[in-house]
């Protein structure tokens, strides 16, 4: 089984930062890689920012210049980096994690409960 914890959500003024972390346990055999989706109300899900098991890195156009990605392999933790945020940028964002476990050899999604992120001022 596998779980991610994401922490690091929450109400922030124009202009400012936030970082969200997310951590992953369970029976992890290898991680293909990690990301962080958003979705604002009423709009698709989308993708924020992924990094492969290499380290190499993917951004969306509406983020790119302003979201850091970045993973901890000991730990197993993802990291994003907000910041310039604007009211665009308000939504639930969700930690996915690819990985094939012990269990299941083949990769496959798993999904964090999401955390809310409210750009205002």
């Known amino acids: 089984q596998v779980q991610l914890v994401e922490s690091g959500g929450g109400l922030v003024q124009p202009g400012g930062s936030l970082r969200l972390s997310c951590a992953a346990s369970g029976s992890i055999d290898s991680i293909y890689s990690m990301a962080w989706y958003r979705q604002a109300p009423g709009k698709q899900r989308e993708l924020a920012a992924r990094i492969g098991s290499g380290g190499s890195t993917y951004y969306g156009n509406s983020v790119k210049g302003r979201f850091t990605i970045s993973r901890d392999s000991a730990k197993n933790t993802v990291t994003l980096q907000m910041n310039s945020l604007g009211p665009e940028d308000t939504a639930v964002y969700y930690c996915?994690?690819?990985?094939?476990?012990?269990?299941?050899?083949?990769?496959?999604?798993?999904w964090g409960q999401g955390t809310q992120v409210t750009v205002s001022s």
């Open positions: 996915q994690l690819v990985a094939a476990t012990i269990a299941a050899r083949s990769p496959r999604e798993y």
